[in-house]
């Protein structure tokens, strides 16, 4: 079985400062990662997706994440966030013999002050 | 494309009423999910369609949910009777299968906001 893992629950940081959240996956085959968004009163909408060749995917508004294979992990960064950054995030993971379904980590609040 | 579409975007009930959801997929996406999100336990993936065709609802909480999928283009989720403890976010979503068993991202709809009095 497949199954997600998002070590920090809640995160506050101050304008400007840099973003890591952490993301491992257990898994044993093929895996699809995606990093999701969903701003206070809003869906889940997507910010960045990881399927295969360069480990470090780019996505939306400044973010990107690396599939570090060996470590089963693939932690979302932001090199400086803003206030509209504020948002929960969720990891998932589609293994490709899961039939298309996805597990999705407890996900992560990012709280950014002014 | 209009992305999901949920209805309704809001709904107040007193318990033991029936409840009933609505979802329009994106057109062209043979995966539909179901989910509900609560602050106390977070989003759960209730059941999931592939071709109209339920994959796995051991998420499904009991008995007094059901979901149906009639038709590539729409799908219900049946609560009967409600229970505040129903009180929840729910949320359809859709996907498109990729090539040589690659899953794409999951769009998700506005949700529904349910309370159950």
């Known amino acids: 079985a497949q199954s997600v893992s998002q070590h920090n629950h809640h995160v506050i940081l101050s304008e400007a400062a840099s973003l890591e959240l952490g993301c491992n996956y257990s898994?044993?085959?093929?895996?699809?990662l995606f990093w999701y968004v969903q701003y206070p009163g809003q869906h889940l909408q997507l910010l960045l997706k990881?399927?295969?060749?360069?480990?470090l995917v780019k996505g939306i508004k400044g973010f990107e994440a690396e599939f570090i294979k060996s470590k089963f992990s693939f932690n979302l960064r932001k090199p400086s966030v803003q206030w509209s950054d504020t948002a929960e995030y969720f990891c998932?993971?589609?293994?490709?013999?899961?039939?298309?379904?996805?597990?999705f980590g407890d996900g992560t609040t990012l709280t950014v002050k002014p | 494309d209009a992305g999901v579409i949920q209805s309704p975007r809001h709904e107040v009930t007193e318990m033991g009423q029936e409840v009933t959801l609505r979802c329009k997929p994106i057109?062209?996406?043979?995966?539909l999910f179901w989910y509900r999100q609560t602050m106390m336990r977070g989003l759960e993936l209730l059941i999931y369609f592939n071709n109209n065709v339920p994959i796995d609802d051991s998420g499904m909480p009991e008995d007094r949910f059901s979901a149906k999928m009639p038709n590539a283009s729409f799908s219900t989720l049946k609560i009967q009777p409600s229970e505040p403890r129903d009180s929840a976010v729910y949320f359809c979503?859709?996907?498109?299968?990729?090539?040589?068993?690659?899953?794409?991202?999951?769009?998700f709809g506005p949700g529904t906001r349910l309370t159950v009095l």
């Open positions: 998932a993971v589609i293994g490709n013999t899961n039939a298309g379904k996805s597990t």
């Open positions: 057109s062209g996406h043979d995966y």
């Open positions: 898994y044993g085959g093929t895996v699809n």
């Open positions: 990881y399927f295969s060749g360069d480990p």
């Open positions: 979503a859709s996907s498109l299968a990729g090539a040589m068993l690659s899953y794409n991202e999951q769009f």
